[in-house]
């Protein structure tokens, strides 16, 4: 069969499994947490499932990208992708919107909700990746410097969260006035916050480029694409705590900024990095 068909195919698959993901993990984070979720209306240029449609075809597309890129073995990618997943996608998207729940107001049951759906649908498409895309275990590559790459990525994520959201998020009218002026935010106590962020960021970006093959400015753009997509496209869902005069421009924080971060994470890590003096055997990326 036709190495284009065949790929074809595997996205589609993806895709599917991203969806039913998506509304599988809301039905037992429901179930599990007995949370009400908070009632839909029209809000932006997409349904709520036109939206699930959409941001499963672009976390598709990255994931897609990265699975044949895999250099380990089918629990290595599964682990490397699930922890890509929900650690963009929920983890660091959480710790940010309890600490901003007195602007967004989410109830405990809610979190835990998200937190939960958002695992099953984690699970469901690293899963399905894996199981796509075979490949053996290539030997691992030796990342040195880390003592001081890890502490150089952590202030630079501090400088692309706040001049991102000066420069582009606090532009905007709505925004400012969706957090009250941000009169009420302890910017020191923000920093401090965004310095574990920034140590997560770093070991998801360390996490990317050990699990991927190819070139330096492959793996970074697609370490970029993930961190920009994973975390940026779930802002197109219709969100009656946020509305989308304010997600939108948030879509575009994110998405630029997190894009330009993830690529130079990536080339900070990829820096003098010690390839194994084994071979690896070759396999199709498909």
Not at 195 to 216: E, F, P
Request: proline share 5%; aromatic share 12%; glycine share 8%.
């Amino acid at each position: 069969m036709n190495r284009y068909v065949v790929f074809a195919l595997k996205f589609a698959g993806v895709w599917l499994a991203l969806i039913i993901g998506q509304m599988a993990g809301g039905m037992i984070g429901q179930m599990l947490t007995h949370a009400a979720p908070p009632a839909m209306k029209p809000d932006g240029p997409l349904s709520l499932t036109a939206a699930i449609v959409v941001a499963a075809g672009l976390f598709a597309v990255v994931l897609s990208a990265m699975a044949p890129a895999m250099q380990w073995s089918f629990w290595g990618r599964f682990a490397a992708l699930f922890g890509l997943l929900y650690g963009l996608e929920s983890l660091l998207s959480l710790i940010e919107a309890i600490y901003f729940n007195a602007y967004v107001h989410m109830t405990d049951a809610l979190l835990w909700m998200m937190a939960v759906g958002n695992a099953v649908k984690a699970v469901l498409a690293a899963l399905v990746c894996a199981l796509l895309w075979r490949g053996e275990s290539q030997p691992a590559e030796r990342f040195s410097g880390l003592a001081w790459k890890i502490p150089v990525i952590i202030p630079l994520y501090i400088v692309f969260y706040f001049g991102a959201g000066a420069l582009i998020a606090w532009q905007s009218a709505d925004v400012r006035a969706y957090y009250a002026q941000g009169f009420h935010i302890d910017q020191g106590q923000l920093a401090l916050l965004q310095v574990g962020r920034g140590l997560i960021w770093a070991l998801l970006a360390l996490l990317s480029v050990a699990s991927l093959t190819g070139g330096t400015w492959k793996r970074a753009v697609l370490t970029g694409l993930a961190f920009s997509v994973f975390m940026a496209a779930t802002l197109l869902y219709p969100n009656p705590l946020m509305p989308w005069s304010v997600r939108h421009v948030h879509l575009v924080e994110v998405g630029v900024s997190n894009f330009l971060f993830g690529i130079l994470a990536a080339l900070i890590l990829l820096g003098k990095v010690r390839h194994p003096t084994t071979t690896p055997s070759a396999r199709s990326p498909l």
